[in-house]
């Protein structure tokens, strides 16, 4: 388990048709298969990343600066803040 003090990067928009995050990353890095931890106040859920898109293409993984597309288990507001678990 990771620390899950600080946040690595936020939600900065939300397609709710398409259940797809898209999260701006402010630190490190994530690949397909790590599990992600989104937390808005009280609300917060964890899923695992099943897949990770760039400019609507398929990668393996993100680095810090990166803007990608999640698709998420449950709906989710901007601003909610994303923690590596």
Not at 13 to 26: F, S
């Amino acid at each position: 388990m990771r620390n899950l003090d600080k946040a690595i990067g936020k939600v900065v928009h939300y397609y709710d048709k398409l259940g797809v995050a898209i999260i701006d990353l402010e630190k490190g890095g994530l690949k397909v298969g790590d599990e992600l931890k989104f937390k808005r106040g009280e609300d917060e859920f964890s899923q695992k990343i099943e897949s990770l898109q760039v400019d609507h293409k398929d990668v393996d993984s993100v680095k810090k600066g990166d803007s990608f597309g999640v698709k998420v288990d449950k709906p989710t507001k901007v601003g909610t803040q994303v923690f590596l678990t």
